[in-house]
């Protein structure tokens, strides 16, 4: 299937490693320019240079900590950009009682505040446009709260909120907005919050059991949703948050 994604260009947040850098290569696969942003300089030139190793199209890096970036920075540096992906952002895992405060602000302006900031810079600039899309990488438990991970869980919950409530204004300006909720994903961030040692084996392999098909998903099961919704070919779908977990949600 053509996307009718080559020639347009995409701006991913967290862009150098594990989700943000698979939607990038589905992203240029299809032909499409990209600006990766993250923290690492070192991780984002690896990035961008893989991805100019594998395709003929724009690739541009730009360091930017997302919770201190001024709303109009990156609008700025990437004018050319017409579609948005935010998957930048991490909060600490713990119950209310557990989590370090400030670690837990910081993450909220990581990922909270930083993908709202991103959302309201661009959604400005595509509304002079009238086209555009804005995706947003969310998370299971904002769905399904977990309270050992309640900063997660309310950060999420709120980027669902702003995904379905923006969603349903913006396609009077001809700008689409979308979110996906991944559920546990095979990345390194993954791999080192459940630090699977020789002690937790049994437990890590029963948690890999009751999953569905036995498995975490991949990388790039998560990017091939991204890289449909933001086509023309998802062109009627704006305000919807689609769950891709296996199911796992309804599993009890």
């Not at 032909?31 to 961008?48: I, M």
């Not at 969310?138 to 869980?153: D, E, F, Q, V």
């Not at 040692?197 to 990017?223: H, I, N, W």
């Amino acid at each position: 299937m053509d996307l009718q994604l080559s020639g347009r260009t995409a701006l991913v947040t967290g862009g150098s490693k594990g989700i943000g850098f698979a939607c990038a290569k589905a992203l240029v696969a299809e032909g499409c320019h990209v600006r990766l942003v993250a923290r690492d300089k070192a991780a984002l030139v690896e990035a961008r240079d893989a991805l100019r190793a594998a395709h003929d199209v724009s690739v541009e890096i730009f360091e930017a900590d997302l919770s201190r970036l001024s709303d109009s920075l990156l609008v700025d540096a990437f004018p050319e950009v017409d579609i948005v992906v935010n998957s930048a952002g991490a909060i600490p895992r713990g119950g209310l009682l557990d989590v370090d405060p400030g670690a837990l602000r910081e993450g909220f302006e990581g990922k909270l505040m930083g993908t709202i900031a991103l959302c309201r810079a661009f959604y400005r600039r595509m509304r002079e446009r009238r086209r555009g899309v804005i995706l947003n990488i969310i998370g299971i438990s904002g769905l399904r709260p977990n309270p050992k991970s309640i900063g997660t869980s309310s950060a999420n919950a709120a980027l669902i909120a702003l995904t379905q409530a923006l969603g349903a204004e913006s396609v009077d300006h001809g700008v689409r907005v979308l979110g996906v909720n991944p559920g546990l994903v095979r990345t390194g961030r993954t791999a080192s919050l459940l630090n699977p040692t020789q002690a937790a084996d049994k437990a890590y392999d029963a948690l890999l059991a009751s999953l569905p098909f036995g498995r975490m998903a991949e990388p790039a099961e998560v990017a091939d949703l991204v890289s449909f919704l933001v086509s023309e070919r998802a062109s009627y779908l704006s305000g919807e948050v689609i769950s891709i977990d296996g199911g796992s949600r309804f599993r009890f």
